[in-house]
């Protein structure tokens, strides 16, 4: 069973949206806090945004209302609603617990062009 399935990239736009969708396996939801992470070519995995079982979300400072996390634990899924996109906003984009701890899937492209 994959743990993790991210989806939802594509090419977007400067100023428009793209709705990212993961779907975990139960073991990996029960562990609690999830979140979404990015990766650029040549730079560090990044936290984007969390979320804790409960609902509370916390953002990184350069996607703060314009990214919104969301999840669902009766489906085991955590969303990643981005609006106002920008050219940096490009990377691959990967979900995972708040920890990093469950094996990384394959990611999901988004592209903003300018």
């Known amino acids: 069973q994959v743990p993790l399935v991210e989806s939802g990239g594509g090419l977007v736009q400067a100023g428009g949206s793209l709705r990212l969708s993961c779907a975990a396996s139960?073991?990996?939801?029960?562990?609690?806090?999830m979140g979404w992470y990015r990766q650029v070519p040549g730079k560090q995995r990044e936290k984007v945004a969390l979320?804790?079982?409960?609902?509370?979300?916390t953002y990184q400072d350069a996607v703060k209302g314009r990214f919104t996390i969301s999840r669902d634990n009766s489906k085991n899924t955590v969303d990643l609603q981005m609006n106002s996109l920008k050219p940096e906003d490009t990377a691959v984009y990967y979900c995972?617990?708040?920890?990093?701890?469950?094996?990384w899937g394959q990611g999901t492209q988004v592209t903003v062009s300018s």
């Open positions: 995972n617990t708040a920890f990093g701890s469950a094996s």
């Open positions: 139960e073991n990996i939801f029960r562990v609690t806090a």
């Open positions: 979320i804790s079982a409960g609902g509370t979300p």
